[in-house]
């Protein structure tokens, strides 16, 4: 048996390639811009992740690549593992203005959340990465200013909640500021001690895991009918 055909590595590519249609139903492609990693079963120093110039929407797990451990693709454009080499470097396990706490889906973040304000346009050169890395730390979440959103998780299911998560919160925050300025007033911040105890419950890797099954299973039925 060929080693990217063994039965733990198909699952994984399904999964992941469920991920990037998900994600392109709720709209968070643009262009070819926009990646997720994959750590490979066989290789642990080694990644998958989508290619350049194939639509999310029509993605399959045989259209994703392989990158080795020194960030280069073995095959495609070098750009879009850049951020994610350093990422899954400086954390093995992975598989701007901060975001405030005024919800209780938003407690799932509590001093979970990096903010790196450090703009540097496209990333092309592994420095950029590392720097991002660095500053992500043990977090699950980074927010890139002038960028966008950075997520990692130990499993796919994990990473994709809370970059959905982590989206509607921004934007539920958008909303809460506008209202609140609109009137004068400023919103209303969950506690440290309260955010802190509801994050135990809703912002563990399990909590995202099991968050994102049933999104999974509706991907993976819909693919069938289509």
Same mark, same amino acid.
């Given at each position: ?19 990037? $249609? ?53 095959? =495609?454009?070098? #750009? ?10 400086? $954390?093995?396990?992975?598989? /701007? $203005? ?8 938003? #407690? ?43 997520? #990692? =998780? ?15 919160? /921004? ?27 509801? #994050? ?8 995202? $895991? ?17």
């Amino acid at each position: 048996m060929a080693p990217h055909s063994e039965p733990e590595t198909i699952s994984k590519k399904k999964r992941l390639a469920l991920a990037l $249609r998900i994600f392109a139903k709720l709209d968070f492609d643009e262009g070819v811009a926009g990646h997720i990693t994959l750590r490979d079963s066989i290789d642990p120093t080694r990644f998958w992740v989508n290619p350049f110039g194939v639509d999310w929407q029509l993605l399959e797990a045989s259209d994703l690549i392989l990158v080795n451990k020194d960030g280069q693709v073995v095959d =495609g454009d070098p #750009c879009p593992y850049m951020i994610h080499h350093a990422v899954h470097t400086a $954390r093995p396990e992975i598989n /701007c $203005r901060p975001l405030e706490i005024i919800t209780q889906d938003a #407690c799932a973040f509590h001093n979970d959340i990096a903010l790196y304000s450090a703009f540097r346009g496209i990333v092309l050169a592994a420095d950029e990465g590392i720097a991002i890395s660095r500053d992500l730390g043990q977090k699950k979440e980074a927010l890139l200013q002038n960028h966008g959103l950075l997520t #990692c =998780g130990k499993t796919i299911k994990a990473a994709v909640w809370w970059s959905m998560s982590l989206e509607k919160g /921004c934007h539920v925050q958008l909303l809460a500021d506008a209202a609140s300025g609109g009137r004068g007033e400023e919103t209303v911040k969950v506690s440290d001690e309260d955010a802190a105890f509801t #994050c135990k419950a809703v912002g563990t890797e399990k909590t995202g $895991r099991y968050s994102a099954k049933p999104i999974f299973d509706m991907m993976e039925h819909e693919s069938r009918m289509m």
